[in-house]
């Protein structure tokens, strides 16, 4: 099942960037979850954020590798918001009047 992750900045944004290690440590983290096959895909927001299209059996199993990302666990970004993602079906046939 394909999901959404926001990840967001804190609020107040953070007074000090990350470290290059905690920088280092996050991206370590992404890659190794694209190569799990949870990330699919990932970009990143004007506003300092992430979106990221991720595969998973559960939005709670999500939060879990999500919320133990480095940036995350510094607290210089906000705990990710999971949301299931459901097919477009306006791309099917047309219902039948």
């Known amino acids: 099942m394909q999901f959404l992750v926001l ?3 804190t609020t107040p944004t953070p007074k000090d960037a990350p470290t290059q290690e905690e920088r280092e440590a996050e991206s370590e983290v992404i890659r190794q979850l694209y190569r799990d096959g ?3 895909q990932i970009w990143l927001r004007d506003d300092g954020g ?20 480095p940036l995350v666990r510094s607290g210089f970004l906000q705990p990710p918001r999971v949301t299931a ?3 477009y079906s306006g791309f099917g046939p047309k219902a039948a009047l």
């Open 50 to 69: 992430a979106c990221i299209i991720a595969e998973g059996d559960a939005p709670q199993t999500l939060d879990a590798v999500f919320s133990a990302l």
């Open 7 to 9: 990840v967001s900045l």
């Open 85 to 87: 993602l459901k097919a």
């Open 38 to 40: 949870i990330v699919r």
